[in-house]
């Protein structure tokens, strides 16, 4: 078992940053393909990014690209998603997952999740 425990969300005018953190308990966290999924109500949990064991291999979606970066500090068993120029749009929950198998963009290939940290965006 693995816990996740997201923080660092809150509410931020268009164009501002926030970064968030996911602490990881239990299991060893390093072996793990880690990320950042979102879901705004109504919508589709969507993965945003994704880092690999030793935070050599970043992978983003377009609709954040250049403006957020994910992290991870494996001594801390913590990884961290940087969000600069925020926009309304990126309003929504903010989750973070350990990969299990599959596809890395699919929520489906993903066993341990956090409980959520609201980000709200106004405009």
């Known amino acids: 078992q693995v816990q996740l425990v997201e923080s660092g969300g809150g509410l931020v005018q268009a164009g501002g940053s926030l970064r968030l953190s996911c602490a990881a308990s239990?299991?060893?966290?390093?072996?793990?393909?880690m990320a950042w999924f979102r879901q705004a109500p109504g919508k589709e949990r969507e993965m945003l990014a994704n880092?690999?064991?030793?935070?050599?291999?970043?992978y983003y979606v377009d609709s954040v690209k250049g403006r957020f970066t994910i992290s991870r500090d494996n001594a801390k068993n913590t990884v961290y998603l940087q969000m600069n120029s925020l926009k309304p749009e990126d309003t929504a929950v903010y989750y973070c997952?350990?990969?299990?198998?599959?596809?890395?963009?699919?929520?489906?290939?993903?066993?341990?999740w956090g409980q959520g940290t609201q980000v709200t965006v106004s405009s």
């Open positions: 880092i690999n064991w030793s935070g050599s291999n970043t």
């Open positions: 997952a350990t990969h299990r198998s599959g596809s890395l963009n699919k929520a489906s290939s993903y066993d341990y």
């Open positions: 239990g299991r060893p966290f390093s072996p793990y393909f």
